[in-house]
């Protein structure tokens, strides 16, 4: 691929002055706005919305959200009777605990509570949207593909439909990782370090963003990189340990459970095409070093990835997008809201002209066809319309092998889709020879 910056002596130094993305067209930002919030005072999908309404009042009451109990009349809602404890670290039900406080202790009222913990991810949708803009500008982008970038993410149904109606928190993750990414290459390495960090407690799907970013700074200091690496850690211990202490809270739950995240099995993993012939709800005997698959996966791609090092941004990019996928691509559990950490990533090299724009268009369209085979549509159901989201449920039930069937070649196109892209990032050609970050 030809660089497309040109000679590094005419390239402007990474300290110039960044310059922020202008709002092209008011209308668009406030039609955005306007869905999202319709979508999310109306949706919610009905384990996570459930969890997360639970997890906020136990925290706002000064409870331990780790540990499960039936809220049933705190919501006056039957399906709150057996509650699944929060599988997060401390940030994110910290600040479930606090809206909860200031929404719900006040209101009871449940569907402005459900509005109130969508809000962070909305403000998440619409920071990615100016941040990518802000990217691209600054890296010299065209305008009309910078404003095309800005709308995508503004409008786009992945987005709307993952964040806004379900309430998941992936924007957050994704907005944290991007955003480390951009200060690790202005030069403001203890903020990345600690952003970074930051989004790995909200949501550990970030974790594979680390090795990049380690080599990108091993490659110029190793003593960088090893402050880097303690900066992060430091940030871990602060962010996702030190709140059970401070807090009271008994980790021997989370501790017990720890070895769900590597024995759950299904959703867009290569688990469902394992399915067809045996259908596991958690993996038993043998079965269970599948789950470990993701380790050496990463590791070996980690050392291809970053075996030369990493120029300016868009090679670091290109590599986190590279480390992600892996990681997804060879988990056992993978639910569809996770692929928004590497959505605006892929955007940001679709609109410089460095992956074709049918890798973009994959990311999002098969996952968001895969949950509609897999009946999430109806989970969203469960705030308004508890009883309309049982009845379609049972009758979803009746189709499951033939669903099932449309799911599993839906991964088949997503693992094709996905390690495609995987190695469209490890050849590319680094922007760079000599590592310097070419802010315009």
Not at 108 to 133: D, H, R, S, T, W
Not at 222 to 246: E, I, K, N
Request: a positive charge; proline letters at 5%; hydrophobic letters at 55%.
């Amino acid at each position: 691929m030809e660089d497309r910056h040109g000679d590094p002596a005419d390239a402007p130094r990474p300290a110039g002055r960044w310059r922020s993305f202008a709002t092209p067209d008011r209308r668009i930002l406030l039609l955005s706005i306007v869905l999202q919030l319709a979508v999310a005072l109306l949706f919610g999908h009905s384990y996570d919305t459930r969890v997360f309404m639970g997890t906020g009042y136990l925290v706002g009451t000064g409870q331990n959200p780790y540990v499960g109990q039936d809220l049933s009349a705190a919501f006056h809602h039957l399906g709150f009777r057996t509650m699944t404890t929060v599988g997060y670290p401390p940030p994110w039900p910290l600040a479930l605990g606090l809206i909860y406080r200031v929404v719900h202790a006040v209101t009871a009222n449940i569907l402005v509570y459900n509005l109130a913990i969508k809000l962070p991810v909305i403000a998440a949708n619409v920071g990615l949207a100016y941040l990518v803009g802000a990217v691209l500008k600054n890296l010299g982008a065209a305008p009309a593909a910078t404003r095309k970038a800005w709308v995508f993410l503004l409008l786009n149904p992945f987005l709307l439909y993952f964040g806004a109606a379900w309430g998941q928190i992936d924007a957050l993750v994704a907005l944290g990782s991007l955003g480390a990414l951009v200060l690790l290459t202005r030069e403001r390495k203890d903020g990345s370090a600690g952003l970074l960090a930051l989004s790995m407690a909200v949501k550990p799907t970030a974790l594979p963003i680390l090795p990049a970013a380690l080599v990108y700074l091993a490659g110029r200091s190793l003593g960088q990189a090893a402050r880097y690496a303690a900066v992060f850690a430091a940030g871990v211990l602060v962010f996702a340990l030190l709140p059970f202490a401070v807090f009271g809270w008994d980790p021997t739950r989370v501790l017990r459970h720890l070895n769900a995240h590597f024995m759950m099995t299904g959703t867009m993993s290569f688990m469902t095409v394992v399915r067809l012939f045996r259908d596991p709800l958690l993996m038993q005997g043998h079965w269970w070093l599948l789950g470990l698959l993701w380790i050496p996966a990463l590791a070996v791609a980690t050392v291809i990835a970053l075996r030369h090092g990493v120029g300016g941004f868009d090679d670091l990019v290109a590599r986190s997008i590279a480390l992600v996928l892996v990681f997804f691509l060879t988990r056992t559990w993978l639910a569809e809201p996770n692929v928004i950490l590497i959505l605006p990533l892929v955007l940001i090299l679709t609109s410089l002209g460095e992956l074709k724009r049918r890798a973009l268009t994959a990311i999002w369209v098969i996952p968001l066809l895969f949950t509609v085979f897999n009946a999430s549509p109806l989970q969203l159901l469960f705030v308004t319309f508890p009883d309309a989201m049982q009845t379609s449920l049972t009758v979803f039930a009746r189709y499951e092998s033939t669903t099932l069937v449309v799911r599993a070649a839906l991964v088949l196109a997503w693992q094709l889709a996905g390690w495609w892209i995987v190695v469209s990032c490890l050849r590319r050609e680094r922007a760079s020879a000599t590592g310097t970050v070419r802010w315009n």
